[in-house]
């Protein structure tokens, strides 16, 4: 198992923090607590993850929903500030990773909180019919982080253009 160096905990310490306060402020099964606490100690690894499920009789099956419900809300946290910095992202691959995530996973899991989350932060983006450089990046990073294709994408944007029918004119779509 790996436990973190100094510059290690230096560099994720908005993740170590956040997992601290995500263990304690939302209600989680006590194996999910325990995880939280591992990855706020910055002693976190797959191995450690799968000793955790083992010790509480947990399938991989039931914890990944789950899994999956923790990385979307430090990606919620991440996006308070409606960016998601270099860090951010990747923090939310260091916990796909250590949660064996895989592409597809969010769109399946949790499509309906995707979509709030999207439709969000697309509609702030067009709010003004305007799109800035850094509002582009976050279109981007969003796509990236919930492993959706293009035209998933695509589609989420359409939809908020239609919502919103003087941008729609624009040259984007």
């Known amino acids: 198992m790996m436990k ?7 560099k994720y310490y908005q993740l170590s923090s956040a997992f601290g306060k995500i263990g ?3 209600e989680l099964p006590e194996y999910l607590k325990e995880i939280c ?3 706020a100690s910055g002693n976190i690894s797959r191995e450690k993850v799968d000793e955790i499920l083992i010790n509480h009789h947990i399938h991989y099956s039931i ?12 990606i919620k946290r991440a996006l308070e500030d409606n960016i998601l910095t270099c860090q951010e992202k990747e923090d939310i691959k ?19 909180d995707i979509e709030q989350v999207i439709t969000y932060h697309l509609s702030k983006i067009y ?15 969003l796509q990236e982080i919930f492993d959706l294709s293009f035209d998933q994408m695509n589609n989420y ?16 779509l």
């Open 37 to 39: 606490s591992h990855i």
């Open 4 to 10: 973190y160096n100094s510059k290690f905990m230096m």
């Open 94 to 112: 260091f916990l796909k990773g250590w949660f064996r995530i895989r592409q597809g996973d969010f769109y399946y899991h949790n499509k309906e």
């Open 63 to 74: 914890a990944k929903v789950e899994f999956l419900k923790l990385i979307f809300e430090y």
């Open 127 to 141: 709010q003004d019919n305007f799109v800035t450089d850094e509002e582009a990046l976050l279109k981007v990073d």
């Open 24 to 26: 304690k402020e939302l």
């Open 157 to 172: 944007s359409k939809i908020q253009a239609h919502c919103c029918p003087e941008f729609a004119t624009q040259d984007f």
